[in-house]
C-alpha cells in the first residue's frame, strides 16, 4: 500500500480490483465486516459467482483473495497486471500468470 493510505474502510469505500481489462467494482457496503480486520464479500453479479475477503496482517498491511466462478478470461493475455484500489487509494499491481 501507498504511504499516504491511512488504512482501509471496505464497507464504506468502493473496492476495485482490475484484472488486465476486466474490472470488478464492489459498491460501497458490498464488504461485511466479519471480525475484527477481515471483511467478506460474495454475490452473484450478472451471473458470475464473487467471493472475497480481506484482512489485515500487519499495520497497513492486508491480504486480498478473490474466487470467481462462471467467467470466461479467454483472451487474456498473461502475465496480466491485477491491480487493488480501495476509494481512490491505489494500494498495489502485481503480475499474475495463471489463473
Not at 41 to 69: D, E, H, R, S
Not at 70 to 89: C, E, K, M, W
Request: overall charge negative; hydrophobic content about 45%; aromatic content about 8%.
Amino acid at each position: 500500500m501507498g504511504s499516504a493510505i491511512q488504512g482501509i474502510n471496505p464497507v464504506a469505500e468502493e473496492v476495485t480490483l482490475k484484472i488486465g481489462p476486466l474490472t470488478i467494482a464492489f459498491p460501497p457496503g458490498s464488504f461485511q465486516n466479519t471480525s475484527p480486520a477481515h471483511w467478506t464479500f460474495m454475490a452473484v453479479i450478472n451471473g458470475v459467482t464473487l467471493t472475497a475477503a480481506i484482512q489485515l496482517t500487519a499495520p497497513n498491511q492486508y491480504i486480498f483473495g478473490v474466487t470467481a466462478q462462471n467467467v470466461s478470461l479467454l483472451g487474456i493475455q498473461t502475465p496480466v497486471t491485477v491491480a487493488l484500489n480501495f476509494g481512490n487509494d491505489g494500494c498495489g499491481t502485481t503480475q499474475a500468470v495463471h489463473f
